[in-house]
Nanobody, 123 residues
Framework: VQLQASGGGLVQAGGSLRLSCAASGRTSGAYTMGWFRQAPRKEREFVATITWSGTYGDYADSVKGRFTISRDNAANTLYLQMNGLKPEDTAVYYC?????????????????WGQGTLVTVSS
């Protein structure tokens, strides 16, 4: 599975962005997908996860109520709608996938990663 993240950019605090992650290759089967982010000089951290069906999703406390994860399996695309952005949301955002039917929260649980897209939020 190959993942290609896009949609990052520069936005003012309080603004919105929608990230996309296009999957290609061997995409048949159940894949849990997720978003992680890595700010300068920090560890990569969990942001959101969603099951194959899209029925279940979960978020890091820091983004809960502001970010929404969704997917379109027909288009093999994962999304992250980010509203109410804050300067502390500035990071490179990575999408990830894993053959699983449950929500996954840890980096080591994901076997496939996209290249990352930079989100910069100015104050």
């Amino acid at each position: 599975v190959q993942l290609q993240a896009s949609g990052g950019g520069l936005v003012q605090a309080g603004g919105s962005l929608r990230l996309s992650c296009a999957a290609s290759g061997r995409t048949s089967g159940a894949y849990t997908m997720g978003w992680f982010r890595q700010a300068p000089r920090k560890e990569r951290e969990f942001v959101a996860t969603i099951t194959w069906s899209g029925t279940y999703g979960d978020y890091a406390d820091s983004v809960k109520g502001r970010f929404t994860i969704s997917r379109d399996n027909a288009a093999n695309t994962l999304y992250l709608q980010m509203n109410g952005l804050k300067p502390e949301d500035t990071a490179v955002y990575y999408c990830a996938a894993s053959q699983s039917t449950r929500l996954l929260y840890r980096r080591l649980e994901y076997g496939y990663w996209g290249q990352g897209t930079l989100v910069t939020v100015s104050s």
